[in-house]
């Protein structure tokens, strides 16, 4: 049986930053998909450390 996993990231409140999709088998993940996403807001500094995303992603300011 195959089945999606989805791994959703924000910036700490409630503006998604990133999407994965993994696509298992039941043994192995055979399929995966990744994007970013611009939450049109700042990402803390904190968010970004942790998550591995970058400012330039988001948009500054705000």
Known sequence: MKYAIVD?????????TEISIFIFDGTQ???????LVN???AIP???TKLT????QHGKRGS
């Open 8 to 16: 959703i990231e924000t910036n700490g409140d409630v503006k998604i």
């Open 45 to 47: 500094a904190f968010i």
């Open 29 to 35: 993940v055979i399929d995966e998909y990744t994007t």
């Open 52 to 55: 591995r995303n970058y400012q």
């Open 39 to 41: 939450p049109e807001c």
